[in-house]
Every structure is written in C-alpha cells, then in structure tokens.
C-alpha cells in the first residue's frame, strides 16, 4: 500500500472525527462515509488506525450502543446481530448483544402486547401471524413459541 500525503490523512481524520461527534460508526461504516467524500483509500486508512489509537473509533462501543438502542425499540437478539455484521461488527464475541431467555421472552411478550394485545389467539392462524411477527422482530423461534403458546409468564397477557 503506498503511503499518504500527511495532509490528506489530517484531512480524512478531522472528517472522521466530525462524523463520530455527531454518533458512534463501526470502522466499515466510516471508511465507507470517508470515501464517498472524496478521500483516497490509504488516507483513510491511516486515519482510521489513528482514530482507533485514540479510542475515537471502537466497534465494542459502537455495537454496544447500537444493540441498546435496537432492544429498546423491541427487536430481539437474532436480528440485532445481523445488523451489526451488516456494519462489519461481529456482534457474536459481544456478551451485551445476547439478552437471557427471560429478558428475552419479556421483550418478546411486550411486543406481541403493544402489536396484538392482551387476548390469546383464537386460531392457528392467528397464532402463526404472531409467530411470523416476533420472528421477523429477531426472537428465537422457541422464545416465540413459549409467548405465543403460552409457556411465558402468566401476566404476559399474550400468552394463553
């Protein structure tokens, strides 16, 4: 790889730098956003490994945010993940990103709540729908399957 112009690295870092005041990025999302601006790609590079040396830059931080942000609006752990491997993050090694089964489950519960109410599904029909619902919001199947059947907590009001 050759080496950048000081100049343009400077120029790189300082755009990068703007970019995490405003949010966290994960370093993929940032080379990307870098680039598209117009700097070269060892530049970015530099600018990068620079910005990391000074823990500006950490895709820990970075998924760790993104995962509470993405559980407070109701999506599960499944999906959660595949987001952040979507932004270059493997999100797997990360402890936070994995909710436990219970905390699961109450999630998933409030969400079958907030989208269907407190009545049981009448039907099979029904029941797939709210299956096909939690699933799509990245709950396990078996999480799904102990709310919409109801093997999750009795107060969950989804649960039969």
Known sequence: METADPDAIA???EQGLKLLVRREHSRRELA???RDRNH???AVAAALDRLEAENALNDGRFAEEYARARFAKGFGPVRVLAELREYGVDGEGLGFAHLDDSDERDLAA???RKRFGT???AD???AAKRMRYLQQRGFSPGICAAVV???GNPEDGCDL
Do not use: D, F, I, V
């Open 149 to 151: 059947n109801g093997r």
């Open 11 to 13: 120029a790189a870092y």
């Open 119 to 121: 009545e049981p599904p």
């Open 32 to 34: 990307h956003k870098l």
């Open 124 to 126: 099979r029909k029904t």
């Open 40 to 42: 070269e790609a060892s």
């Open 110 to 112: 409030a969400q079958c």
